[in-house]
Every structure is written in structure tokens, then in C-alpha cells.
């Protein structure tokens, strides 16, 4: 059964719910492979969010960090035999990029690995995602993206929906009559194992031009 995490960002440690939750969803510890997102190499590059990890008692063997100082051939053996996969936060369309350069996608989406993504990767695990400077991005123009598609559904991470209902009935409104959207901002997660989705923290449901916010489940 697969199981997937799309995070939002944590200022500090994942809630304790959070981390019991993927203490015992992440048996297999032997291999970490995180993605970038400023592929073209930054050394701090997932210090954050390999440090969640760490203080929720969640180690690895193995780590490795896949960017362009890396070959494509061994991202892609890296992708292959790790035990877990995460998607770094931080610039959205440069790790998108990276994905399709280095032909990522598909290998991560036939994965039995578990698959984590905070903000920026949460986006990329997407069906689809919504460009828009409105949620952040430096563009003129507003356009769809393909994400790696782990599930038939959209995610809009890191973004203040409480204070922005009406932008994001504007933006999102006919995007949701295509695909459910789970909007969300900080210190929060969704879990997708096999059919079932798990909510922690403040996150909204866009359906059909609906807004509905999410009971907590975890």
C-alpha cells in the first residue's frame, strides 16, 4: 500500500502527532533520497527538513541529496532504491524542471518507497498546479504545470487561505470544477495512504467552487 505526505512548513519540529504517525509508516530506513528544488546546488539544500526527520528519531543509513551535481543515471538508481523520497521546499518551478530533465516523475510514481514533499514538493506531487503571481510566483501570466500525479488531486502548500478567500475563488474557482485542490499553509500535513486521506492542522477542500475546511484526522 503506498503512502504519501504532502507537508506544508514547519518553523521547527513536526507535531508529535505527525512524527508518530511516520514512525511507524516509514519501516524501511536504510535509503533517503531528497530532491531538490534549487537544483543547481545550495549546501544548506534540505538541512530543514532532514532535521524534521532527525527529531522525530527518524534515521537513515543512507542520504543523498539529487541535484545537477549529481548524474541523471544515479538520481535515477538513487530514486530506484531508496526507502524514502523527499521533495525539498522552496522554488516550485526549478524543481519542476529538474524533474522533467532528469526524468523523475515516473520513477517516483511507480515507487513503493514513501513519498514526503514540504511546500514546494507537496506542489510537485500534484496532478496538476495552478502558476500564479497571486500565490507567490514571478509571472505575468498565470498557467497550469504537470506534477509527478501521485494522486488525481491538486495541492496549493504554504499559502494564507483564511486571508485570501476571495483571490482564491478568482484563481481557483474553474480549476475546481477539474480537480479537488487541498489548500493549505503551515504546520500542516495531509497522508494519503492507499484510499484514504488523513488532514493535521488548517486545511481546505476546493471543489466545485466550494470551500469547505477539513476536520483533523491524524
Known amino acids: 500500500m503506498k503512502t504519501h505526505y504532502y507537508l506544508g512548513w514547519f518553523n521547527h519540529t513536526f507535531p508529535d502527532k505527525l512524527g508518530k504517525v511516520l514512525q511507524r509508516d516509514i519501516t524501511d530506513r536504510r535509503s533517503l533520497a531528497m530532491i531538490s528544488s534549487n537544483p543547481f546546488f545550495y549546501e544548506q539544500d534540505g538541512a530543514a527538513e532532514r532535521s524534521w526527520l532527525d527529531q522525530a528519531g527518524i534515521l537513515f543509513d543512507e542520504y543523498h541529496l539529487i541535484n545537477y551535481d549529481v548524474h541523471k543515471e544515479d538520481a535515477q538508481t538513487i530514486i530506484q532504491n531508496a526507502s524514502v523520497i523527499f521533495l525539498l521546499g522552496g522554488d516550485t518551478l526549478k524543481q519542476n524542471g529538474f524533474l522533467m530533465d532528469y526524468e523523475l516523475s515516473a520513477l517516483i510514481k511507480e515507487s513503493r518507497a514513501v513519498v514526503m514533499g514540504a511546500s514546494a514538493g507537496a506542489i510537485n506531487m500534484s496532478a496538476k498546479w495552478l502558476c500564479s503571481k497571486n500565490f507567490g510566483y514571478k509571472v505575468e501570466k498565470s498557467s497550469f504545470y504537470d506534477g509527478i500525479g501521485l494522486g ?3 495541492v496549493l502548500s504554504h499559502f494564507d487561505l483564511e486571508n485570501n478567500i476571495e483571490l482564491i475563488q478568482d484563481e481557483l474557482s474553474p480549476f475546481s470544477e477539474e480537480m479537488n485542490i487541498y489548500a493549505s499553509n503551515k504546520e500542516c500535513a495531509i497522508r494519503v495512504k492507499g ?24
Open 195 to 218: 484510499d484514504k486521506i488523513d488532514i493535521l492542522g488548517n486545511i481546505y477542500l476546493v471543489a466545485h467552487s466550494q470551500i469547505q475546511k477539513l476536520d483533523e484526522t491524524l
Open 152 to 154: 488525481d488531486f491538486s
